[in-house]
């Protein structure tokens, strides 16, 4: 929602438009998962992805602290859809952030340029601090991370060292998304059933 003074003449007015976008993110992602959702079960996944698409997240504000909540509530609004959706591929900007541009290329446009770049270099990249675990030294991976890298509680892992540090790579093939797996599902191979025996007992089909 946009925060331009003639609507939004003071800084509540402002905060309640910024939770209001986020929340209007919240339900569009539930209108569009419940209309994919129902669409699955006659039509092929890239035909669902191309006539219902995820909606491109806004931010909005008028300061650049502004953008930056909007953004935490963004993706705090985003990290609940997740693994259906991944990190957002496009972030929209409110008209405020040509005013801020205009005002002070140098300083403002920058900070808000650095932030909305944040959100998607926080998928691929993190710095940690290394914690005591026991006998042991341990880092926490963040979730954007470990979905960048495929990773999920409970998967086996191999970490080697070298001169640089350390690598964490999964064992064995990874698991294959449910996008992933439709995508591969081919009915005249794998639709209808079988049965690998005869009939045992009193068994009608």
């Known amino acids: 929602m946009c925060c331009e003074p003639a609507i939004a003449p003071n800084q509540v007015a402002i905060d309640y438009r910024i939770d209001a976008t986020a929340a209007l993110l919240e339900g569009m992602l539930r209108v569009v998962y419940a209309w994919q959702s129902e669409l699955a079960k006659t039509m092929s996944v890239n035909a669902i992805q191309n006539m219902v698409r995820v909606p491109v997240p806004v931010a909005q504000g008028w300061s650049v602290d502004d953008y930056r909540r909007s953004i935490d509530l963004m993706m705090q609004v985003w990290e609940r859809w997740v693994p259906w959706i991944g990190p957002p591929a496009l972030i929209g900007g409110g008209r405020a952030a040509s005013r801020i541009n ?104």
Do not use: C
Not at 123 to 128: F, G, S, V
Not at 137 to 148: D, E, F, M, Y
Not at 169 to 192: C, I, M, Q, Y
């Open 102 to 205: 205009m005002l002070k290329p140098s300083a403002n446009a920058s900070i808000l340029v650095y932030t909305l770049m944040e959100v998607r270099i926080m998928a691929k990249t993190a710095t940690l601090t290394i914690q005591q675990w026991g006998n042991s030294l341990a880092v926490r991976i963040p979730a954007a991370v470990a979905r960048s890298a495929h990773f999920e509680a409970g998967q086996e892992v191999e970490v080697t060292t070298d001169e640089v540090g350390v690598t964490v790579k999964p064992v064995g093939p990874r698991k294959l998304t449910l996008a992933e797996k439709l995508t591969k599902f081919d009915p005249a191979t794998h639709g209808g059933e079988a049965m690998a025996t005869g009939r045992i007992g009193a068994e009608v089909f």
